[in-house]
C-alpha cells in the first residue's frame, strides 16, 4: 500500500511552489546593495609563458573599480586538492600550485589572468578586452599518451606530467599476472570513457561582500557544499577565519558535482570584496562554464577478465590512464582512486583484482567529480568487458553475470579491493528487470525492427556504487583531507513545529519535502510542522554538504539521531509532567503516555513546556528542546542494480535510437518514491547523454571543440525514452538507522553499458562484429564502424 | 539610452535601455522578474521563454526595444488570480516534473505555448515541442507526463 | 555586447535611409545575429529592426509561385506554405524549435547562409528568386559560399518567390548538439528535370549536386542514385563526422528525399 505521509509516502514537493511560480532564489536573482562586477581576463591559449599583464588602459576605462592580477594573490595561498594519494612506491602524488589568478604561466584555454571590476557588468566585459596580457605561446599537451611521453610540460617544475601512478590492491599485482597467465580464456578491452561537461543549467555565480564595521565577509555562491567552501577558502586560501566568514548557498540549478569544488571565482569575489569594501559579483556565461566549470570522466583504460572454462571470473586487471586537467580541482584525485578502484569488484565474485590508474596532468580544464564519479567509470569497463566476454565465450550476457553474482546468502561480503558490501540481493534485481524490460519479448520486437530495416539491440547490465564516503578514520587514513560525517540540529519550538537545520544541500533533490517526511514520521505530527534550513554556514551546523548520494544515507541519519535525542529529552519532560517514571513513557503518534494508564500529555504541551518552564525539572534539564547530532558512518552504503536498455541502429547513417529503457534498482528503504524515481531518471538521461551524445573535445592545441552547445550534444526530450524504473527490490543498509543506501547517482553509473552494450548487441545481430564503439556513439562512429 | 514601455503579466512596465539591453536582462534587472532564467548565451537551453503577444520566445534573443508595445507574459504571471498555482504549474508539481527548478520556468512556458497551439499532444509532440528547452535534471520522463497532465486538465476546464 | 542604436521603422523606405548609413546593418529574427553580437563578433553601430515592416510581412501564393516576404517568421511560413508546397512548410516548421521558429525569418537565413542552414538548400533547388530592395537575383547566383552571398552593403532582401515544383521533398540529418543540419537535401522535380540542393556538407555552403540532378532527369527513382558517389574532397569535417560521412549521409539523404516525393 503506498503510504500518504511519513516515510514511504511520494509527498508533493513543497518547494515547487518558488520554483514554479519564479520566485526561487538563485544567487543570480541576488543582488547586494552597491554591488560591482567583475569579468574575467582568461587565456586563450593552452600553455605559454605569461611575460606580462598590462592593466592600465583598462583601469582608465568607464565605470572600472580596480583590475585585479596574480600579483595581487602573490602572499595569497593557491587553491587546495582535498585528496592526497600516495603512488605505488609509497611518494605522495606531485601536486602543483593552483593560483587564484595565472603567476608566471597559462595552462589551459580559460585559466584566469586579471579580474576586472566595473560599475556594470557590460563595463567590466568592455574594460576586460583592453587588458593586453603578453603570452609566449608554447605546445600543448591534450592527450594522455603523449603527455607521458615527453610531450610538453603543463608544471615545469614537476619534470614530468604524471601525478602519481597509484596501484591497488598492489599486493595483489603478483597473483593477478599469475591468474591472467594460467586462465582458461582472458577477454581484453580498451577503451576511452569520454569527457564530459557536467553543465549544470544554472551557470555559476559568486558575490562577495565585506562589511567593515564587523570586518565580516560574505560569500554567496552556487554550491553544493557551502561549509566545505568556507572550510577551504578560508583555511588555505586566503587566511579568514572561520568566524569571519559566511557561506551562502541559496537556490542552486544543479550541480551534479560542478559545484561541489572551491573555485577561484569565489576566492576572488571574496578577496575584491574586502579590498574594495564593496560587493563584487560575478555571472558565469554558459561559454565561460564551459572552459571552468570542472569536466567529468576522461579515462582511457584497457581491462582484462579472466575466465575458466565454465564462465567463472577469476581475476580482473584493469589499466587506467586519468586525465586531471592543468590543476588538481577539490576531489580529482580521489575519483579514479578510491571512488573507481574500490568498486571493480562490482555484483561479482572474482577472487583477485588489480587496479593501476596513472594520473596525467594535460593542458585542459580541471577533472574532477560528475555523478557518479568514478563508478561510471569502473561500472562502464567491467559490464562492457563481461558482455564481450560472453560473446567471445558464446555464452548469454545475462547468465554469465548471474553464474557470478555474490550470493544473496553471502553478504555481508568482503571484496578483494578492500570494501565489504552490507547487503544486496543480485539475483532478485535481475529477476524484476528479465520482467520491467520483458526481455523475453525482445526477439519478436527485433523482427518488427528488421521489417523496417533497423536493427534492434538488447543490452544488459548491472551496477554497483558506494555512496555515503566514509567512515572519516579510514577515509583519513585514504588520504582525505576531510571528515566525511553530517550533522543536523533539530530545534523545536515552543508551539511545537520544529526547524531542522542540516549541512546536506539541496539543489533540486528534494530535501525540503523528504527531511520533513522523516521528522514528521518520528514526531508524529504533521509534515508541514517541520521546516528545513539549509546553505548558509550562518545558521546550520558544520556539514560537509550534498554529493555522492549521501544526504538522506549520512545527512539523514544525523537528523534522525537529533530527532532521537529530542525523544528522549522530551519523555523527560512528559514524565515530570504526567508524574511518571521516565520508563513508563510511551512516545506514539505525537502524544506522550504512562504504559497501561489513560494518562497523556500531547506534544505541543511538552514543548510549550520546555519553553515556559513553570512547572518543570529545572534541577536536572535545562529548558528548551534543541539537539544536534553528528553522524560519521560505519561504512559506505551499496546501492545496485540491473539495467536493460533497446536500441534501433539504422545502418544506413549510424543513428542510434533508444526504444526503451528499464531499471531495476536497490536503494534499500526509500523515504519518498517519487523522488527517487525522478533522480533515477534524470541518471539515465545523463548516463544516455554520455553514451550517445556529449563528448568535451579538444584539439591538438588545447582548443575546447565542443565549447557550447552548438557543439556540446545535451540530451534533449526526444533523445530519451519513456522510461520504466522500479525499486521494489530492497535489502536495507545495515548500518544505518534508516536503512537507506542513497540515489542520486544509479541512474548516471548503470545506463551507459546498458546502452552500449545495445548498440554492438543490434550491429552483430546484423552481421557487424565491431567489438567495441566509444561513447559517444555518434552517428558518424556507428557508420564508421560498421564500413571499417 | 532609450524609453521602452510595454505590458508585463497585464501590468504597464517602462524603463531606460540601451540598444543591447536583452529583453532576460530588462525584466531581471529593471522588474526585477527574476523567473525568467539565463542558461546559455547561445540562445539554446530555453531558460528564458516567456511569450510575447502570445507566442513564445527566448527572451535572451530578443532586444527589450523590440518588445516596445507589446505584451509580455512571464512566468510570474502563470499563477492563477488566488495565487493558487495554475493548471500546469500544478501539473509540474503533480507529476514531478521539476528537480532543480532552473529551467522550470521556461518549461512551464512552452507549455503553456503547446497546449494553446495543440491541446492534445502525444508524447512524440510534446518531446518535438520541447527541442528549445534543456533540462538536466528531470530525463524529462515527468515533464513529458506533467503536460500531458495539464493538456488533459485544460480540455477538461475548457468543456 | 558592444552597444549600438536601435531603430525599428515602419516603411521600408525609411529602413533604405537607416541602413545605408556605415556601419549599420539589418536585424531581422535576430536569432543569428544576436547571439553573434552577444560573443563580440560583430560590432555594428546601428541596427535596423525590419520586424515592424508590414511590407515585409505575409505569404502569398499564385501562379506557381509561393511568394514569402522577407520578414514573414519560420512559424508563418509554414502555415502560410502548408497548402500549396508541403515540402517548403515542413523544412520551415522543422527549423531550430518553436521558440526559434516565433522570430527567425526567411530573410535572415537566406542573407546569413550558414553552411548548415535549411532555407539556403530550399532556394537552390527549387530555382527561387531573391527579390531585394535594388535588384532580383537568381538562388544559383545568391549563394556565393559560406557565410557569402550576392546582397551588397545595405541591401535588403524583400521577398523570396519559390516556384512550386511538380514533387519536393527535404531530408535533414540532424547534427546531434546543434540540430543544424549535418546535411540537408532538397530535392525539387519539375517535370522529368530534378535539381538537388545540399546544405551542411560544404565547405562552399548549399550547393547543387548535379550528378544527381542528370541522374534523376528523366528517371526519378531512388535506385537512379544507386551508382553515384560524391567525393569528399571539399566537404566539411568536423567533431560530427567526417567528410566522408557526409558524402555517404548525402547519398543516403538524396535517395530518401526522391523516395518521399
Ligand atoms: C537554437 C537555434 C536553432 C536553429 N536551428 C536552425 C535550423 O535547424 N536550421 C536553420 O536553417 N536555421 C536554424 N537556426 C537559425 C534560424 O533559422 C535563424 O532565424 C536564421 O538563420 C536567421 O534569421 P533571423 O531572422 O533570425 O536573422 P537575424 O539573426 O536577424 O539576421 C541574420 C543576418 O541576416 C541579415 N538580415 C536579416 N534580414 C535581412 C534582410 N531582409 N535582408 C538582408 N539582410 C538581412 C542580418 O543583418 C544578419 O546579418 C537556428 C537558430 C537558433 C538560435
Ligand atoms: S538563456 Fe535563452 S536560450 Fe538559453
Ligand atoms: S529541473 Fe533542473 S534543469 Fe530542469
Redesign the pocket.
Known amino acids: 500500500m503506498p503510504k500518504d505521509f511519513g516515510v514511504g509516502a511520494s509527498t508533493k514537493r513543497r518547494e515547487d511552489v518558488r520554483f514554479l511560480t519564479g520566485n526561487g532564489q538563485y544567487t543570480d536573482d541576488m543582488n547586494v546593495h552597491g554591488q560591482a562586477h567583475v569579468h574575467f581576463v582568461r587565456s586563450e591559449v593552452a600553455n605559454g609563458v605569461l611575460k606580462s599583464v598590462d592593466t592600465s588602459a583598462a583601469a582608465a576605462m568607464a565605470g572600472v573599480v580596480r583590475v585585479f592580477t596574480g600579483a595581487d594573490f602573490e602572499g595569497v595561498g593557491g587553491l587546495p586538492c582535498g585528496w592526497q594519494i600516495t603512488d605505488r612506491h609509497g611518494e605522495p602524488m606531485k601536486e602543483p600550485a593552483h593560483p587564484v589568478l595565472a603567476q608566471g604561466k597559462v595552462r589551459h584555454v580559460g585559466d584566469p589572468i586579471a579580474a576586472v571590476v566595473a560599475e556594470t557588468a557590460a563595463q567590466a566585459r568592455d574594460a576586460a578586452e583592453a587588458v593586453s596580457c603578453e603570452i609566449e605561446e608554447q605546445p600543448a599537451v591534450t592527450d594522455m599518451k603523449a603527455a607521458l611521453g615527453g610531450g610538453a610540460l603543463v608544471h615545469d617544475e614537476i619534470g614530468s606530467n604524471l601525478c602519481y601512478d597509484w596501484g591497488f590492491v598492489e599486493e595483489n599485482r603478483e597473483a593477478v599476472e599469475e591468474a591472467i597467465r594460467g586462465a582458461h580464456h582472458v577477454t581484453t578491452l580498451e577503451l576511452t570513457n569520454n569527457r564530459l561537461i557536467p553543465n549544470a543549467m544554472e551557470p555559476r555565480v559568486a558575490i562577495g561582500d565585506y562589511n567593515p564595521s564587523t570586518d565580516e565577509s560574505t560569500l554567496y555562491t552556487t554550491s553544493q557544499n557551502p561549509h566545505v567552501i568556507r572550510l577551504l577558502m578560508g583555511a588555505f586560501v586566503l587566511g579568514l577565519p572561520e568566524h569571519k566568514l559566511r557561506v551562502v548557498a541559496p537556490d542552486v540549478g544543479g550541480g551534479f558535482g560542478s559545484k561541489i569544488f572551491h573555485y577561484a571565482e569565489e576566492a576572488l569575489c571574496t578577496f575584491a570584496a574586502r579590498q574594495l569594501k564593496r560587493a563584487v559579483k560575478w555571472t558565469a556565461s554558459r561559454s565561460e562554464s564551459f572552459i571552468t566549470d570542472a569536466h567529468g570522466r576522461d579515462h582511457v583504460t584497457k581491462i582484462e577478465l579472466a575466465l575458466d572454462k565454465d564462465g567463472n571470473f577469476l581475476a580482473i586487471r584493469t589499466e587506467t590512464c586519468a586525465n586531471m586537467g592543468a590543476y588538481l580541482s577539490t576531489f580529482s584525485t580521489s575519483v579514479p582512486t578510491w571512488l573507481h578502484g574500490t568498486l571493480m569488484a562490482g555484483n561479482y565474485k572474482t577472487p583477485l583484482i588489480y587496479v593501476n590508474v596513472k594520473a596525467v596532468f594535460t593542458n585542459t580544464v580541471p577533472v574532477d567529480a560528475y555523478r557518479g564519479a568514478g563508478r561510471p567509470e569502473a561500472t562502464f569497463q567491467l559490464e562492457r568487458v563481461i558482455d564481450k566476454a560472453a560473446r567471445e565465450l558464446n555464452m548469454n550476457p545475462i547468465e554469465l553475470r548471474r553464474r557470478n553474482f555474490i550470493g544473496a546468502d553471502e553478504f555481508p561480503y568482503s571484496t578483494p579491493v578492500a570494501v565489504q558490501y552490507d547487503t544486496g540481493n543480485y539475483q532478485a534485481t535481475m529477476d524484476k528487470l528479465v520482467d520491467i524490460a520483458d526481455i523475453d519479448g525482445f526477439s519478436g520486437r527485433a523482427e518488427s525492427s528488421a521489417a523496417r530495416g533497423k536493427l534492434r539491440g538488447l543490452g544488459v547490465n548491472c551496477y554497483i556504487e558506494a555512496c555515503g564516503i566514509a567512515p572519516s578514520n579510514l577515509v583519513g587514513q585514504l588520504g582525505a583531507r576531510a571528515g566525511l560525517y553530517e550533522s543536523a540540529t533539530v530545534r523545536v519550538n515552543a508551539t511545537g513545529s520544529v526547524t531542522v537545520m542540516t549541512g546536506s544541500h539541496s539543489h533540486g533533490q528534494g530535501h525540503e519535502t523528504t527531511f520533513p517526511q522523516v521528522v514528521a514520521d518520528m514526531l508524529g505530527i504533521e509534515e508541514g510542522q517541520v521546516n528545513i534550513q539549509h546553505g548558509d554556514t550562518a545558521n546550520t551546523p558544520m556539514g560537509m554538504g550534498t554529493y555522492g548520494s549521501r544526504s538522506i544515507a549520512v545527512g539523514g541519519a544525523a537528523m534522525v539521531r537529533a530527532t532521537e535525542k529530542i525523544i528522549s529529552k522530551a519523555k523527560k519532560i512528559a514524565a515530570h509532567l504526567l508524574e511518571a517514571p521516565e520508563g513508563d513513557i510511551e512516545f506514539k503518534d505525537g502524544s506522550f503516555a504512562v504504559a497501561g494508564t489513560d494518562k497523556s500529555v500531547a506534544w505541543g504541551d511538552v514543548c510549550l513546556a520546555a519553553y515556559v518552564p513553570h512547572n518543570y525539572p529545572l534541577e536536572e534539564l535545562e529548558p528548551g528542546l534543541e539537539e544536534t547530532a553528528f553522524y560519521d558512518p560505519a561504512n559506505f552504503t551499496f546501492p545496485a542494480g540491473a539495467y536493460a536498455c533497446e536500441v534501433e541502429v539504422d545502418p544506413e547513417t549510424g543513428k542510434v535510437d533508444i526504444c526503451s529503457f528499464a531499471a531495476a534498482d536497490d536503494f534499500g528503504n526509500v523515504i519518498n518514491p517519487m523522488i527517487v524515481d525522478g533522480q533515477v531518471h534524470g541518471g539515465i538521461a545523463q548516463g544516455i547523454g554520455q553514451a550517445l551524445l556529449e563528448h568535451a573535445t579538444y584539439d591538438d592545441n588545447g582548443q575546447l571543440l565542443a565549447g557550447s552547445y552548438m557543439d556540446y550534444a545535451m540530451p534533449r526530450a526526444d533523445d530519451v525514452p519513456s522510461l520504466v524504473v522500479d525499486h521494489s527490490c530492497q535489502t536495507p543498509c545495515t548500518h544505518n538507522p534508516l536503512g537507506v543506501k542513497g540515489c542520486g547517482e544509479a541512474g548516471a553509473i548503470g545506463s551507459p553499458p546498458a546502452v552500449v552494450n545495445a548498440v554492438i548487441d543490434a550491429l552483430e545481430r546484423g552481421g557487424h562484429s565491431v567489438g567495441h564503439i566509444d561513447m559517444p556513439v555518434s552517428p558518424s562512429r556507428v557508420w564508421a564502424a560498421i564500413n571499417g | 539610452m532609450n524609453e521602452v514601455s510595454f505590458v508585463v503579466n497585464g501590468r504597464e512596465v517602462s524603463g531606460e535601455v540601451e540598444g543591447r539591453t536583452l529583453l532576460s536582462e530588462f525584466l531581471r534587472e529593471n522588474l526585477r522578474l527574476t523567473g525568467t532564467h539565463v542558461g546559455c548565451d547561445?540562445?539554446?537551453c530555453g531558460a528564458c521563454v516567456v511569450h510575447v503577444d502570445g507566442n513564445a520566445v527566448?527572451s535572451c534573443?530578443m532586444f527589450a526595444l523590440e518588445a516596445e508595445g507589446s505584451n509580455v507574459l512571464t512566468i510570474e504571471g502563470m499563477a492563477n488570480e488566488d495565487g493558487s498555482l495554475g493548471v500546469i504549474q500544478q501539473a509540474f508539481q503533480d507529476h514531478h516534473g521539476l528537480q532543480c527548478g532552473f529551467c522550470t520556468p521556461g518549461m512551464v512556458m512552452s507549455a503553456s505555448a503547446l497546449i494553446s497551439e495543440n491541446p492534445d499532444p502525444s508524447e512524440m509532440e510534446i518531446r518535438d515541442y520541447l527541442e528549445?528547452n534543456i533540462c538536466r535534471c528531470t530525463g524529462y520522463h515527468n515533464i513529458v507526463k506533467a503536460i500531458q497532465a495539464a493538456a488533459e486538465a485544460t480540455r477538461t476546464q475548457a468543456a | 555586447m558592444y552597444n549600438f542604436d536601435f531603430e525599428r521603422p515602419s516603411s521600408l523606405a525609411d529602413a533604405i535611409v537607416a541602413l545605408a548609413q556605415e556601419d549599420s546593418?539589418?536585424?531581422?529574427?535576430?536569432?543569428?545575429?544576436?547571439?553573434?553580437l552577444k560573443n563580440r563578433l560583430a560590432n555594428p553601430a546601428k541596427l535596423v529592426s525590419?520586424m515592424a515592416i508590414d511590407d515585409?510581412q505575409g505569404v502569398a501564393v499564385g501562379d506557381g509561385v509561393v511568394c514569402v516576404k522577407?520578414?514573414t517568421t519560420?512559424v508563418a511560413a509554414a502555415a502560410g506554405a502548408a497548402g500549396s508546397f508541403p515540402a517548403l512548410a515542413e523544412l520551415a516548421g522543422?527549423?531550430?524549435?518553436p521558440a526559434?521558429r516565433n522570430?527567425?525569418?526567411v530573410?535572415?537565413?537566406l542573407?546569413?547562409n550558414?553552411p548548415?542552414?535549411?532555407?539556403p538548400a530550399a532556394a537552390l533547388a527549387t530555382g527561387a528568386t531573391i527579390v531585394?530592395n535594388l535588384r532580383e537575383i537568381s538562388a544559383d547566383e545568391f549563394f556565393t559560399g559560406m557565410f557569402g552571398t550576392a546582397?551588397g552593403d545595405g541591401?535588403?532582401?524583400?521577398e523570396v518567390r519559390f516556384p512550386v515544383p511538380d514533387a519536393a521533398n527535404y531530408q535533414?540529418f540532424?547534427q546531434p548538439a546543434?540540430?543544424?543540419?549535418l546535411v540537408g537535401v532538397f530535392v525539387a522535380r519539375f517535370g522529368d528535370r530534378a535539381r538537388v540542393a545540399v546544405t551542411g556538407a560544404s565547405e562552399d555552403g548549399v550547393f547543387r549536386w548535379v550528378e544527381a540532378e542528370s541522374a534523376l532527369f528523366g528517371n526519378f527513382t531512388k535506385a537512379s542514385l544507386d551508382g553515384l558517389e560524391l567525393s569528399p574532397e571539399g566537404l566539411i569535417g568536423d567533431i560530427h563526422g567526417s567528410a566522408e560521412y557526409r558524402a555517404h549521409l548525402t547519398k543516403i539523404m538524396a535517395g530518401r528525399a526522391v523516395a518521399a516525393c
Do not use: M, W
Request: net charge neutral; proline share 2%.
Open positions: 547561445t540562445s539554446q527566448k534573443t528549445g | 546593418q539589418a536585424l531581422a529574427g535576430g536569432q543569428t545575429l544576436i547571439p553573434t525590419l515585409l522577407a520578414a519560420h522543422n527549423i531550430g524549435d526559434v522570430r527567425g525569418t530573410g535572415g537565413s542573407a546569413n550558414d548548415s542552414a535549411c532555407y531585394t546582397l541591401e535588403i532582401i524583400t535533414k540532424e546543434s540540430r543544424f543540419a
